[in-house]
């Protein structure tokens, strides 16, 4: 009899501890459903988002998560978020860069917030270059091959590039390529000062590396001040709020994002690099996972 109490006793404590809140375990949601562990995120092949994304997936590994990244073009990565077939992306640049996917998707997807401000794009020359306006580029059309060096062909600063082409009259050929292509064009360019336009952005280790400048844009088809954003899925933050949170207080600036990006430049994988920033700003990442 005192066998069958003691069995009985054990079986319940069992019970008992399994029905309490898990506070090393899994995440549990609001309602106290098990939250999923596993967070996938989006991202374009931009230098500057294969840095930040390869932060932001340490960072959700350091709190736990397992972490699937998926590497897409801008337009495919806004279906797959206002499809639910992605969590989140922080590769977003708005208002201006990507508008056109904005408005076909952007009904169906969270905007969360703001990951980075004063995000700038345009097309970028090196400082050795003598005009300083795109509305020149013509009178130098030879110098430049009659050729501006792009990225892939989805990307939204390629669709603006070809508005300026179109607004401007230029007798130039947009070269679509891709972001390590545009940057190997702009190295080899530089290191013989040769005349090299490219399609730019900042945050960009170009701007670290060399000396680069903006050609004006008096047309303002490039648009002015961007921010990068931070996206999710419908649903995500009740699907799962602890890591919508972290999501949400993610923030940095592009000092910080060009470290990254000139490490990988240097030959570090993003994986390292990322490790690296992370290991070096605890504080910083501790207030995204906890608050």
């Not at 990006?261 to 920033?277: D, I, K, R, S």
Request: charged share 20%; proline share 3%; glycine share 10%.
């Amino acid at each position: 009899m005192k066998g069958f109490l003691l069995v009985l006793l054990v079986l319940f404590s069992v019970i008992f501890v399994a029905g309490c809140t898990d506070e090393a375990g899994s995440p549990t949601t609001e309602s106290g459903a098990e939250a999923t562990d596993e967070v996938s995120i989006g991202y374009v092949l931009w230098d500057s988002e294969i840095a930040s994304t390869n932060v932001l997936k340490t960072v959700y590994e350091q709190a736990g998560y397992d972490v699937e990244l998926k590497a897409v073009d801008a337009g495919p990565l806004y279906q797959a978020l206002a499809d639910g077939k992605v969590d989140m992306s922080i590769s977003a640049w708005l208002p201006a860069t990507q508008a056109s996917y904005w408005d076909t998707y952007g009904d169906s997807i969270d905007l969360v917030g703001q990951n980075l401000q004063g995000a700038k794009i345009g097309l970028a020359v090196p400082t050795y270059v003598t005009i300083d306006s795109i509305d020149e580029m013509n009178g130098v059309a030879d110098k430049f091959d009659g050729t501006i060096t792009g990225i892939e062909p989805g990307a939204g600063i390629m669709g603006t590039t070809e508005t300026a082409i179109e607004n401007y009259s230029l007798n130039y050929t947009l070269l679509a390529s891709s972001s390590a292509g545009m940057a190997a064009e702009l190295s080899g360019a530089y290191a013989a000062g040769d005349w090299v336009v490219v399609t730019g952005w900042t945050p960009h280790w170009m701007f670290s590396r060399f000396d680069m400048k903006y050609l004006d844009d008096p047309q303002g088809v490039y648009g002015g001040e961007e921010y990068i954003g931070s996206l999710a899925r419908m649903g995500f933050k009740e699907d799962n709020p602890d890591a919508y949170a972290i999501l949400k207080r993610f923030s940095w600036n592009s000092s910080d994002m060009e470290s990254i990006m000139l490490a990988v430049e240097g030959g570090e994988t993003p994986e390292a690099a990322a490790q690296v920033w992370v290991d070096a700003n605890q504080d910083t990442v501790l207030s995204w996972i906890n608050g």
